[in-house]
C-alpha cells in the first residue's frame, strides 16, 4: 500500500506561482509513476504531470506544458509540481497519485492522495 499526501494549495491571483508538494510513504517501491491530476467542479479527474520513477522521464498535459514543472524534491520520495503564470481555468482540486504501470489514465492509478485545492482569482 502507497499513502500520499499533498500540500501547498492555496488561493493566488492570475499570473502567480505555487509550489505543490506531494510526499509518498508504504511500498513506494513498486511505484513506476507519480503524477499529479486535477478536477475542476462538475468536470472530470484530468491528468496534470507526471514523473516516471525508473529515469526521472516527466508527462504533461499540454494545457500545462511551458507553465508547469514537475520534479523530485530533496526529501525521499518526495515529488513536487511547481505551477508558475496560473490562470483561473487551473483552478481544481489537485490530488497527487501513483501507478505501478508507466500510464497517464486515472484508471490504472491505485493510489490517491486527499487533494489539495487550489484557487486562482482574476
Known amino acids: 500500500q502507497v499513502q500520499l499526501v499533498e500540500s501547498g494549495g492555496g488561493l493566488v491571483q492570475a499570473g502567480d506561482s505555487l509550489r505543490l508538494s506531494c510526499a509518498a510513504s508504504g511500498s513506494t517501491s513498486s511505484v513506476s509513476l507519480l503524477a499529479w491530476f486535477r478536477q475542476a467542479p462538475g468536470k472530470e479527474r484530468d491528468f496534470v504531470a507526471a514523473?516516471?520513477?525508473?529515469?526521472?522521464?516527466?508527462y504533461y498535459a499540454d494545457s500545462v506544458k511551458g507553465r508547469f514543472t514537475i520534479s523530485r524534491g530533496i526529501a525521499k520520495d518526495t515529488v513536487l509540481l511547481q505551477m508558475n503564470s496560473l490562470n483561473p481555468e487551473d483552478t481544481a482540486n489537485y490530488y497527487c497519485?501513483?501507478?505501478?504501470?508507466?500510464?497517464?489514465?486515472?484508471?490504472?492509478?491505485?493510489?490517491w492522495g486527499q487533494g489539495t485545492q487550489v484557487t486562482v482569482s482574476s
Open positions: 514523473i516516471r520513477s525508473a529515469d526521472d522521464t516527466t
Open positions: 497519485a501513483a501507478s505501478q504501470t508507466v500510464s497517464l489514465r486515472a484508471i490504472f492509478y491505485r493510489h
